[in-house]
T-cell receptor, first 114, second 112 residues
Framework: NAGVTQTPKFRILKIGQSMTLQCTQDMNHNYMYWYRQDPGMGLKLIYYSVGAGITDKGEVPNGYNVSRSTTEDFPLRLELAAPSQTSVYFC?????????????FGAGTRLSVL | DQQVKQNSPSLSVQEGRISILNCDYTNSMFDYFLWYKKYPAEGPTFLISISSIKDKNEDGRFTVFLNKSAKHLSLHIVPSQPGDSAVYFCAASENQGGKLIFGQGTELSVKP
């Protein structure tokens, strides 16, 4: 049982490069989320999706884009990487929205922008 | 503007003793609180939660206490075990449908 799978695990980008962080879940969850965690800080919500074709901004969406074409996949796109985007990125999913519905997290992608 | 704060970045406890992790919040509209546990190189995993209509929730060795008047919650682990060594995140949500707001995390180290 894979759960939530994120790729790659690590990546180094140069300023201005672009990349896509992949996230896929096999639990048939409707809701999916992208968070970032900076050193000494809590997780902050970047974008979330309530189902295929529907996405919405979270707390820190600037510099990122998302799409949700299938229930399983929720990729996060960085178009012009900046040093401020150096962080650990976590993808999560839940059956439904709301705090009572447990979010299941992937293992994270550690990104450095130099 | 940190709505959920964990003021202790780290905590060290002897095996078998009690671990107490603290969390403060500022938003009085938060009505659901959760604790997540995170091991290195893994994602956070859900540990325990509490609704604002309760002041205590217990699950085995883990108990969460909520003091709404003080806007404070705590996680008690009794007895602590070396396998409990991890980073613990407190999270809160508004109106039970809102997004999760996380604290900074507390790294617990349980010494054998």
């Amino acid at each position: 049982n894979a759960g939530v799978t994120q790729t790659p695990k690590f990546r180094i980008l140069k300023i201005g490069q672009s990349m896509t962080l992949q996230c896929t879940q096999d639990m048939n969850h409707n809701y999916m989320y992208w968070y970032r965690q900076d050193p000494g800080m809590g997780l902050k919500l970047i974008y979330y999706s309530v189902g295929a074709g529907i996405t919405d901004k979270g707390e820190v969406p600037n510099g990122y884009n998302v799409s949700r074409s299938t229930t399983e996949d929720f990729p996060l796109r960085l178009e012009l990487a900046a040093p401020s985007q150096t962080s650990v990125y976590f993808c999560a999913s839940s059956v439904r929205g709301g705090a009572k519905n447990i979010q299941y997290f992937g293992a994270g992608t550690r990104l450095s922008v130099l | 503007d940190q709505q959920v704060k964990q003021n202790s970045p780290s905590l060290s406890v002897q095996e078998g003793r009690i671990s107490i992790l603290n969390c403060d919040y500022t938003n009085s509209m938060f009505d659901y609180f959760l604790w997540y546990k995170k091991y290195p190189a893994e994602g956070p995993t859900f540990l325990i939660s509490i609704s604002s209509i309760k002041d205590k929730n217990e699950d085995g060795r883990f108990t969460v206490f909520l003091n709404k008047s003080a806007k404070h919650l705590s996680l008690h682990i009794v007895p602590s075990q070396p396998g409990d060594s991890a980073v613990y995140f407190c999270a809160a949500s508004e109106n039970q449908g809102g997004k999760l707001i996380f604290g900074q995390g507390t790294e617990l180290s349980v010494k054998p």
